[in-house]
C-alpha cells in the first residue's frame, strides 16, 4: 500500500476515496468477487516465482465459478532472465549468486547450471536464517578459493533439483513470457509474464482498455544502481533525508527486505 508509484501510493488512492482491498491471499480476491458479482474485481498481480503460481490459481477459480468479474493486473518477473542481464552488463562485476531460496523453490537448483557451466559463475543456494546466510557465503568462498563454478543447494530442506514441476505446470499453461522493464536496468527480454492469449479476458490491463506503461523515478533516486551493486545507499544524496522508510522516494527504501532500508535501521550513524 505504501510503495510509492509515478503519481501516488495505493493508501494515498483509497484516502481518496477509491475502494482499494488488502488481501492476505489471492483466494481473498476471489471470494471478494463471488460475493460481489455487479462489482469488478482487479488482482494487483505483482511477484516473482514464488507467488506467480498461487496467485495465477485464481484464473483457475474464476473459470471453476463461472466468475467474469474478476481480471489480473500482472507485474511478474523471471530471475533467471535478470541473472544474465547482470553477468552481460560490462559495467558490472559479477563474482558469484548468492541464489534466493523460495524462488529456487519453485524453478529449482538446475535452473542455475547455465551460470555456473557457461559463465564460470559459482551459485549457491542458501536459507535466510543467519547461520543460513554465512554457510551460503562460505560455500560461495570456498568455490573461488579453489577456482570452482558449481551449483551449491545448501537449503536442500526446501529446495529440489528440479524445483517444483506442479508450480511450474501451472505457470507454464497459464502464462508466457515477455520482455519486461526493470527498475536501473531496462529492458530485459523474455524477464516477464503475462496471461496467455486463451485467458486474456482475465487479463485487467487488456478488459478494461487501460495501457501499462513504465512509471516514472525521482531522477536523484540511484536505487538502481543499488540493486546492480554499483552503489551503495549512502552514496545517493536523499538517503536518510528526504527518502527514510516512513517517507521512501525508492523501492529500495519501502520495503523492510531493501538495501537501503537495511542501511537506514544499521548503520546510517556508523562512523
Known amino acids: 500500500m505504501a510503495v510509492p508509484g509515478s503519481q501516488a501510493t495505493l493508501a494515498d488512492c483509497r484516502a481518496e476515496g477509491h475502494r482499494i482491498e488488502i488481501c492476505y ?5 476471489l471470494k471478494l468477487a463471488l460475493e460481489n458479482p455487479a462489482v469488478e474485481v ?17 484464473v483457475d477459480g474464476a473459470l471453476r465459478h463461472d466468475a467474469h468479474n474478476l481480471s489480473l493486473l500482472t507485474a511478474f518477473k523471471r530471475i533467471p532472465p535478470a541473472l544474465a542481464a547482470l553477468l552481460a552488463d560490462p559495467e558490472i562485476r559479477i563474482d558469484a549468486f548468492l541464489c534466493p531460496a523460495h524462488v529456487s523453490a519453485v524453478i529449482g537448483a538446475a535452473a542455475y547450471r547455465p551460470f555456473a557451466a557457461n559463465g564460470g559463475v559459482p551459485c549457491v543456494i542458501a536459507g535466510f536464517e543467519p547461520l543460513d546466510i554465512l554457510l551460503g557465503i562460505r560455500g560461495i568462498l570456498d568455490q573461488l578459493v579453489h577456482g570452482k563454478a558449481e551449483v551449491e543447494n545448501q537449503y536442500s530442506r526446501v529446495v529440489r533439483q528440479d524445483g517444483n514441476p506442479k508450480a511450474q505446470e501451472r505457470i507454464d499453461s ?4 515477455v520482455d519486461a522493464a526493470w527498475r536501473g536496468i531496462g529492458t530485459i527480454p523474455s524477464s ?8 486474456a479476458r482475465y487479463d485487467a490491463g487488456k478488459k478494461f482498455g487501460i495501457p501499462v506503461q513504465a512509471g516514472s523515478t525521482n531522477p536523484a533516486c ?35 527486505e531493501g538495501t537501503c532500508a537495511a542501511y537506514y535501521r544499521y548503520s546510517r550513524f556508523a562512523a
Not at 174 to 177: G, K, N, R, S
Not at 224 to 248: E, N, Q, R
Open 174 to 177: 497459464l502464462l508466457e513470457p
Open 192 to 199: 516477464g509474464y503475462v496471461l496467455r492469449e486463451d485467458f
Open 222 to 256: 540511484i536505487c538502481g544502481d543499488v540493486i546492480k551493486g554499483k552503489s551503495v545507499p549512502p552514496d545517493c544524496a536523499l538517503f536518510a533525508g528526504l527518502c527514510t522508510p516512513d517517507h521512501a522516494v525508492g523501492p529500495c527504501m519501502v520495503s523492510a
Open 25 to 29: 491471499s489471492p483466494a481473498s480476491a
Open 42 to 58: 482487479a488482482f494487483l498481480a505483482v511477484g516473482f516465482e514464488t507467488t506467480i503460481a498461487p496467485v495465477v490459481s485464481l
